[in-house]
């Protein structure tokens, strides 16, 4: 069984589309995290959630929002995409806050 | 920014070499993890360090910090193809979230 699954596993799309895409925990872990890496591999924190409660928002665009319907899903839902937004956008999850992230498989985005 | 740096960018050595990735950071940190990332796939957590703590081990892999330095080393002992990955080093700090460093690209040749 996936511990963290994400889908889906690769997403293209036209640019001003809106797309959502899932992510599930079967690991009882209470925080839920959604990181975004880019082509240089940089990876970077998007949002945590502890409980379904938001408690990380770093200084992301609000065309994406984040939502959480209970402690084992985390989607992240983009408005209006921007060819900036192409990236590789991985779901994480841990037992204790920022300790011992488990990843999804990530999800390759392409915004033509 | 507590987020670590890692050096060398990329690495390539033999199987049966040891690989060793070092890893900077700037501001004081609770704990700084490592992890793995194959082609294609998620990140794989390694092992995590405390501030308190020097020195870790986990099979082939030892971890050090030194917190007077800002800096921990990765080091993989007797290595193997199968190690062929980016290796990150994470940093979680005042503000507790974790921020990963650019990572590593090792090669290793069979």
């Known amino acids: 069984d996936t511990a963290v699954s994400q889908t889906p596993k690769y997403l293209v799309t036209q640019m001003g589309n809106d797309k959502s895409i899932k992510c599930e925990q079967n690991?009882?872990?209470?925080?839920m995290y959604w990181y975004k890496q880019d082509s240089k591999k940089f990876l970077k924190i998007m949002f945590s959630?502890?409980?379904?409660?938001?408690?990380i928002n770093e200084t992301v665009p609000n065309r994406f929002s984040p939502k959480s319907p209970d402690k084992a899903h985390l989607n992240l839902h983009i408005n209006s995409l921007e060819l900036g937004d192409s990236a590789v956008y991985f779901c994480a999850s841990s037992h204790r806050q920022h300790e011992k992230l488990f990843f999804g498989s990530g999800t390759q985005l392409s915004v033509l | 920014s507590q987020q670590g740096e890692e050096d060398p960018q990329a690495l390539s050595i033999q199987e049966g070499e040891n690989a060793t990735m070092n890893c900077s950071y700037k501001?004081?940190?609770?704990?700084l993890q490592w992890y793995r990332q194959n082609s294609g796939r998620g990140l794989v957590h390694l092992i995590l360090?405390?501030?308190?703590?020097r020195e870790k081990h986990s099979g082939r892999l030892r971890v050090t910090l030194d917190t007077s330095k800002k800096s921990s080393s990765l080091l993989i002992t007797a290595s193997r193809a199968a190690d062929t990955a980016s290796y990150f080093c994470a940093c979680s700090g005042g503000y507790q979230k974790v921020t990963f460093g650019i990572g590593t690209k090792l090669q290793v040749i069979p």
């Open positions: 690991l009882g872990h209470d925080t």
């Open positions: 501001t004081s940190i609770n704990n």
């Open positions: 360090i405390r501030s308190n703590e």
């Open positions: 959630y502890n409980n379904k409660e938001l408690i």
